[in-house]
């Protein structure tokens, strides 16, 4: 090939893309948004050309920022690009991306648990086609309840292809104290100055926006990661022991800033309380003194700390928030929003279980509380009850939800029954990382169930993404115990 006809295609290069570049701002002009996508489209297009022979790594990398933005900035990082294309949709896409660019990947161990998460994905896509036709954007957007399962898939494979878990759990470590010093902080300022927050320009959502609940999901996880030592073990430099009560006394008072709330209470109790009964043992000590030391300092000088919400952290506002999980407690705030959650979830039993929407649900797509007449903004913004358990029963109908509890409970029991096989072979490390992701998982599925949470990106992401890592998890530990066995087999021991 000759120089001039390489100068001429160098040419007929440069001016493709100046006329593609003129089209794209005159439609800028007319249609500002679906031209900005297909410029953000292009432009991940040529990103993913350049980096293809590292896609794994990138893809993974991605996820990885995607989950600390969610977890130190909320709701705010989920706008992240330019509609319709946001960083997790963004991730996910790449994600997929790189399973078709490493191919095949063997899960042994969770073959019954993959096969359960197909039936729920397929369950899920059945209820969201027939509506796309008819709610358009809308569909998809609830349809994100179920899709982000694929999270899960996409972080099991890469983790196992690029040898990625022990790094993971050493970056988890390093961010640790990061987050327990900024996370709880970050939700206090929210909440004291959120109007002050500058905001994204196309969705007028604060760069800023944690919620308690959301915060308490990751405290409890922190929280069993402590309790069971793993913070040793993936340390890179042994931290002292003055160094770990520090980090319990602010792991306490990020949780007292988030117990303003019963779903945050709860679940970090919850969190906490597996790895108590999964693995006792006398860690928790550490942290029952500083409660108690907290509790005595709250009710002898009546402590009582606004943090710009309608209920104030006090002794007196936890105990009403333990109340109000089985009674009324007389306040207006706790006992209305108990209510309004009961009777709706009530009505979403009736019409599923017994009435019509049986089989199928009312599928994704429809706005869940205009629907059932419990809408309580002014632009209809609530589209699910407050419980993702029950909003997979009200879009899936009980086959979606039996599918969706099926896997849960597949998942723990794996989990449970892999940690004691680990203790019983005396790998102590193998068992507290299964612990931990229980505990994790529990937390998750806790705070689930009183708050729109597994529908977002900030809860939907993070959530199957530690599914994945349990995935991952469970067949490292497989492939350990079979490497074991054949290694004591050679050496005759």
Not at 429 to 455: C, G, K, M
Request: charged share 10%; net charge positive.
């Amino acid at each position: 090939m000759t120089r001039a006809t390489l100068s001429l295609k160098r040419l007929d290069a440069r001016w493709i893309v100046v006329i593609a570049a003129t089209i794209l701002g005159l439609a800028a002009v007319r249609w500002p948004v679906p031209a900005a996508a297909v410029c953000v489209a292009l432009i991940g297009a040529a990103i993913v050309a350049l980096v293809w022979s590292r896609l794994p790594s990138v893809a993974l990398t991605l996820v990885g920022v995607c989950l600390v933005g969610y977890a130190f900035l909320g709701r705010g990082f989920a706008y992240v690009g330019v509609p319709p294309l946001f960083i997790g949709e963004i991730s996910l896409g790449l994600g997929l991306l790189a399973l078709w660019r490493v191919g095949r990947v063997h899960l042994v161990r969770t073959r019954p648990l993959l096969f359960a998460l197909g039936v729920f994905l397929l369950i899920g896509l059945l209820n969201t086609v027939p509506y796309v036709g008819q709610y358009g954007i809308n569909a998809l957007r609830d349809a994100a309840a179920w899709l982000y399962g694929l999270f899960a898939i996409v972080v099991a494979t890469l983790v196992l292809q690029l040898g990625r878990f022990e790094g993971a759990l050493r970056a988890f470590t390093r961010l640790l104290p990061w987050f327990l010093a900024l996370g709880p902080l970050g939700l206090v300022l929210f909440r004291l100055a959120g109007n002050a927050i500058p905001s994204w320009p196309m969705s007028g959502t604060p760069i800023l926006a944690p919620k308690g609940g959301d915060i308490a999901v990751h405290l409890a996880g922190i929280g069993a990661f402590l309790l069971l030592g793993l913070h040793r073990a993936y340390a890179t430099k042994l931290g002292t022991a003055g160094r770990e009560w520090l980090w319990w006394a602010l792991w306490l008072i990020g949780c007292l800033s988030t117990f303003t709330g019963r779903a945050a209470l709860v679940t970090v109790a919850v969190g906490v309380l597996v790895v108590m009964l999964v693995r006792p043992g006398r860690a928790w000590l550490k942290p029952l003194y500083l409660s108690l030391v907290l509790l005595t300092c709250g009710v002898a000088f009546d402590m009582k700390v606004n943090l710009g919400v309608d209920r104030e952290v006090s002794v007196q506002g936890l105990l009403l928030n333990v109340e109000s999980l089985r009674s009324n407690t007389g306040t207006d705030t706790r006992d209305g929003s108990r209510t309004w959650r009961l009777e709706w979830w009530n009505d979403i039993v009736n019409y599923t279980v017994f009435g019509p929407y049986f089989w199928t649900g009312k599928g994704y797509g429809i706005n869940l509380a205009d629907a059932d007449g419990f809408q309580v903004t002014q632009d209809s913004s609530l589209r699910n009850p407050h419980s993702g358990h029950l909003m997979f029963l009200a879009r899936s109908g009980v086959p979606g939800f039996v599918a969706w509890v099926g896997l849960q409970i597949a998942f723990a029991v794996s989990l449970v029954l892999a940690a004691l096989r680990a203790r019983r072979a005396g790998q102590l490390r193998w068992a507290s990382i299964n612990v931990f992701l229980l505990a994790y998982w529990a937390a998750f599925l806790t705070n689930a169930a009183f708050d729109v949470y597994l529908e977002g990106p900030q809860g939907g992401i993070w959530f199957w993404s530690v599914f994945g890592f349990g995935l991952a998890a469970l067949e490292l530990q497989r492939r350990s115990a079979w490497w074991n066995a054949a290694t004591s087999e050679r050496t005759g021991a």
